[in-house]
């Protein structure tokens, strides 16, 4: 059975660890294999260290756990942009359970969130070009992409990035 809850300090390493891992999966051939294999740990664990440290009053993080052990997770920005609304900025679901609706839960819920928050946003994110299973899977959910356009990656190197959004919090649903 999956559970839902917000972070809670504890969970940092494993938010972190979950990450990296995601992204050595699906930036395979984007990223560089020196970066995927050689720094992205230390660089997620780094990223969440600080994020942690330093907390954003309009940043929210909900879990997905699976027997107590993290499956998921999904971070969101409210009002993070004037005209598109609330930011999801990262969305990571273990390999193990991908497939089972996991993902579309934690948009769902947070979708949910941010209108409970701040009613009558948009919601938006950034992926990869090239990252076509997470493409096909936002335009499930009902995502339009929005704009494509370069942008830099972690790696020193540059990939297109497309900006997918939805007008409100209420349009976030798996389609059928």
């Known amino acids: 059975m999956i559970t839902y809850r917000l972070v809670e300090p504890q969970d940092e390493a494993a938010i972190a660890q979950l990450h990296a891992q995601s ?5 395979r051939g984007i990223f560089s294999d020196a970066y995927l294999d050689e720094q992205v740990v230390q660089e997620r664990a780094d990223l969440w260290a600080e994020r942690f440290a330093q907390p954003m009053p309009n940043r929210e993080i909900l879990l997905a756990e699976k027997n107590g052990l ?17 930011l999801l900025d990262n969305l990571h ?23 409970s928050k701040q009613p009558g946003l ?3 994110l950034w992926v990869l070009e090239e990252n076509h299973q997470a493409r096909k899977f936002y335009a499930l ?11 830099g990656n972690p790696d020193g190197g540059t990939a297109m990035v497309c900006r997918y ?9 798996l389609r059928k």
């Not at 992204?23 to 930036?27: E, I, L, T, V």
């Open 141 to 151: 959910m009902g995502a339009i992409n929005h704009e494509t356009m370069p942008h």
């Open 23 to 27: 992204w050595q999966k699906h930036y």
């Open 70 to 86: 993290l499956v998921g997770f999904a971070c969101i920005e409210i009002n993070e942009d004037p005209k598109f609304g609330t």
């Open 122 to 124: 948009g919601y938006y």
């Open 165 to 173: 959004i939805w007008r409100s919090t209420e349009e976030v649903r």
């Open 93 to 115: 679901v273990s390999r193990e359970v991908q497939g089972q609706g996991i993902g579309a839960q934690l948009m769902e819920r947070t979708a949910q969130l941010a209108e």
